[in-house]
């Protein structure tokens, strides 16, 4: 074995690295949508509570992809910074079963600030997530609780006190994905120093892991009919990448580790009673 063999050998053996070596796959476009009732409540100046149901499409609208009740409070602490904390649960749909189930719990914690100009309207939305699954599932491959962080900023015009078009860019990093660590020589993950037993020498270094996982630009336009009947109507134009870790129950095989990419366009639209 000359040099650099022994130099390959050592890295492949006793070197594992988080697999940044990932094989990439691009999905194919894809469009849903969301369609949401609800109602908004002024308890006094600066506070409010909001109740709504939202069904989501997807798979080109052929397929529902969950239900979901979002109850919020926002409070607008001075002119402006307002803050919020919502509550939401998530029912998504399982198309192999027909039916409902496994529900998500999510709590949400929110900070914007907010910059008037005219008729226009300026704001940087920080929003950050936590979302429990339940049920039974592979915790080698994802966690109970989700963590995740949105920056929203908007631009709002209020072109008369029934119309106001809008647009928005957002940015949602995931706060603790898989950290996967294994030897893999660009076909096959190897057998490596310090792994778990089993076909594929790799070990899940916890939870760790931040990256960016889409970036959303969203056009819409908020519309009053009356001081009590509102309509919210948006397209929303997803970039997403997802890192997907597929592993056995036991966590004894890697059986891969792929970025998922694609565009995902959705069309929004929600009915608001405010009172």
């Known amino acids: 074995m000359n040099f650099f063999q022994k130099i390959v050998f050592f890295l492949i053996a006793f070197v594992p690295f988080a697999l940044s070596a990932q094989t990439s796959v691009d999905l194919d476009s894809e469009f849903g949508g969301r369609i949401s009732v609800g109602i908004d409540k002024k308890i006094q100046k600066g506070l409010h509570v909001s109740l709504d149901e939202e069904l989501r499409l ?140 089993g076909d594929a020498g790799w070990f899940l270094d916890g939870f760790s892991g931040n990256y960016l996982n889409r970036i959303r630009l969203g056009v819409g336009a908020q519309i009053k009919f009356d001081v009590h009947n509102g309509l919210n109507i948006c397209l929303l134009l997803d970039r997403v990448s997802d890192k997907i870790v597929d592993a056995n129950a036991e966590g004894t095989k890697l059986k891969s580790y792929t970025k998922e990419t694609g565009f995902v366009g959705q069309i929004g639209v929600g009915y608001v009673y405010s009172f």
């Not at 919502?86 to 910059?115: C, W």
């Open 58 to 197: 997807d798979d080109n609208f052929k397929s529902v992809n969950r239900l979901q009740m979002n109850f919020g409070v926002d409070y607008k602490l001075m002119q402006h910074i307002k803050l919020g904390i919502g509550y939401s649960l998530i029912n998504p749909y399982d198309m192999t079963e027909n039916a409902f189930s496994d529900a998500k719990h999510r709590i949400v914690f929110s900070a914007t600030g907010i910059v008037r100009y005219g008729q226009w309207r300026f704001a940087l939305k920080e929003q950050f997530q936590l979302t429990h699954r339940t049920g039974s599932f592979n915790e080698y491959q994802n966690p109970r609780n989700a963590l995740t962080l949105k920056s929203r900023l908007s631009a709002k015009y209020n072109y008369s006190e029934r119309f106001a078009p809008y647009v928005f860019v957002e940015f949602r990093s995931v706060l603790n994905a898989p950290v996967v660590v294994a030897s893999y020589d660009g076909t096959n993950y190897l057998t490596s120093l310090g792994s778990k037993i």
